[in-house]
RNA sequence: GUGGCUGUAGCUCAACUGGUUAGAGCGCCAGACUGUGGAUCUGGAGGUUGGGGGUUCGAGUCCCCUCAGCCACCCCA
């Protein structure tokens, strides 16, 4: 035998298990569910994409994290950092066949060769909704409500939706005189939370050549807190000499005020005007959306509105709004929470295998079961009872079906619940019956088996 | 990409200041027990101590490089 080769992944890189695995589809069925109750469709695209459509927007530091590489033919391409730009360009392309507004989601792995860390990894999957084509700021507010309805449905209850516009902290630059350094400014301003007033006054000073009383001004902005009603008039007042400011204000309070209509709670919902979002694109309202009990994974679920994206790739006016959540980065957060299903089976019922004799039996029942859509696993070989029980225990089984030579001369089954710990007969001519108890019962009691919620 | 901490069996961790053949629990496989699961007992498999190089009579332990994980910066999902 030749020197073996050594099983590794890539820094950044994982691997799945069928336990992860599951939490993770689990997740994306439920992703799913939400964009399509809103009216979104499916789309995907390459995870290749020429080097220069990604590399036309979204600023230098996005650019430095792009994997990106010589194909064989001497192009130069690079794997997607996001799901927004390939969107922009999807739109530019095949908007005439598809009309406005153009509302899709898309589920899909992004790459960006930075460092990793808990929650952060260089493949990780995006699940993007954006509606293109509209300027209203309907789609700005469904855009809060599908957020809000995605993390509750994920079985998450304590979060804020943290939102901001553009346009407020564009008008306060302009009044100050710092519109050419927006982008410093802004990048400076978003870590307010993190390292605090000081140093991002420092940094503003030093890295945007702001004068101190410019970026106090800054601050003072963006430090208004409080009820968001009160936040929106003193915003209001500052920014009553600026158009752009004064039409920000406006937005957000339309916002908030929608969203709560809705039904989304006021503690979910918080206009920060320190969220300014480290992208370029964005150019309305932002959101970035942060778990109440772990913070420091940042945000799980961000977006906004990019009104001149696509006009990087066609002359048309495409205005667009949508958010992205990060689904790993929330798969970590649950599992540090505790949040995620514990079961390795998709499986409701291990088929006991007890004599090969009796195989016919087995595979005849397992149909009928599955054909009324209970997910049915024969074990392969007539291992001892106990050794098959204990398999179906660990792995997370709800039910053992039991269909001995004993039973098998009555014409009846055994159906143990594990759970329980209790088992009970059923005929083997009413299969019908068993399938509707099996499902029955694991329909009650959804979601995660550990029953808990965040 | 920069800096710091860490890296021993599938998992969680031991192994005095460098000292003989690197141990335990859990898990896995098998048996006690060819018909009843979170129990007990017995046995077994599983390690070139992340990888490579160096210092030394001798390295899991010290040094360098590399890979990976975590943390901070940066940025972000």
Same mark, same amino acid.
């Given at each position: 035998m030749a020197e073996r080769i050594k099983p590794r992944t890539l820094k950044g890189f994982r691997d799945y298990l069928p336990q992860a695995m599951l939490a993770r589809e689990q997740l994306i069925d439920t992703a799913r569910e939400v964009f399509r109750r809103y009216g979104f469709a499916p789309i995907d695209t390459p995870a290749l994409e020429y080097l220069e459509i990604l590399t036309g927007k979204g600023g230098e530091e996005t650019d430095k994290q792009l994997y990106k590489f010589q194909d064989h033919g001497g192009r130069w391409v690079g794997l997607r950092f996001d799901l927004t730009v390939p969107l922009a360009r999807f739109a530019a392309q095949h908007f005439q066949q598809l009309g406005t507004p153009l509302k899709r989601y898309h589920i899909a792995p992004v790459w960006r060769g930075e460092n990793t860390q808990r929650g952060r990894y260089r493949e990780f999957l995006q699940c993007d909704f954006d509606t293109l084509g509209s300027e209203s700021l309907t789609a700005d507010i469904e855009t809060v409500l599908v957020i809000h309805d995605l993390l509750r449905a994920l079985g998450l209850e304590e979060f804020t939706i943290r939102v901001n516009n553009r346009r407020v902290l564009n008008g306060w630059l302009e009044l100050l005189g710092l519109k050419d350094q927006a982008t410093a400014v802004l990048r400076a301003l978003d870590k307010l939370a993190k390292v605090g007033p000081e140093k991002v006054i420092q940094e503003m000073i030093q890295r945007t050549g702001a004068t101190p009383h410019q970026a106090q001004e800054v601050l003072r902005l963006a430090q208004i807190q409080g009820p968001t009603d009160q936040v929106l008039r003193q915003a209001a007042e500052l920014l009553s000499c600026s158009e752009l400011g004064t039409q920000g204000v406006e937005e957000?309070?339309?916002?908030?005020?929608?969203?709560? &209509?809705?039904?989304?709670?006021?503690?979910?919902? #918080?206009?920060?005007?320190?969220?300014?979002? /480290?992208?370029?694109?964005? %150019? *309305?309202? &932002?959101?970035? %959306?942060?778990?109440?009990?772990?913070?420091?994974? *940042?945000?799980? #679920?961000? /977006?906004?509105?990019?009104?001149?994206?696509?006009?990087?790739?066609?002359?048309?006016?495409?205005? *667009?709004?949508?958010?992205? =959540? /990060?689904?790993?980065?929330?798969?970590?957060?649950?599992?540090? =929470? *505790?949040?995620?299903?514990? /079961?390795?089976?998709?499986?409701?019922?291990?088929?006991?295998?007890?004599q090969t004799q009796d195989l016919e039996h087995y595979l005849q029942v397992a149909s009928a079961l599955r054909a009324q859509g209970v997910n049915v696993d024969l074990f392969p070989e007539p291992k001892r009872l106990e050794k098959q029980l204990k398999y179906a225990d660990r792995r997370g089984f709800r039910f053992a079906l039991i269909l001995g030579p004993d039973e098998l001369e009555q014409g009846c089954c055994q159906l143990k619940d594990l759970q329980q710990r209790s088992s009970r007969q059923f005929p083997l001519d009413e299969l019908e019956q068993l399938a509707q108890f099996i499902l029955q019962q694991c329909s009650q009691g959804v979601g995660a088996p550990s029953g808990k919620r965040l």
């Open positions: 957000l309070s339309q916002l908030v005020r929608a969203a709560q &209509v809705a039904g989304v709670p006021p503690q979910r919902l #918080c206009v920060d005007l320190s969220i300014a979002r /480290g992208l370029d694109y964005y %150019t *309305g309202t &932002v959101y970035e %959306t942060f778990l109440v009990p772990l913070p420091q994974i *940042g945000s799980v #679920c961000s /977006g906004g509105r990019y009104d001149n994206l696509v006009e990087l790739y066609s002359p048309e006016h495409l205005p *667009g709004v949508g958010a992205s =959540l /990060g689904l790993d980065r929330l798969l970590a957060a649950m599992e540090e =929470l *505790g949040l995620l299903p514990q /079961g390795a089976t998709p499986a409701q019922v291990l088929l006991v295998h007890f």
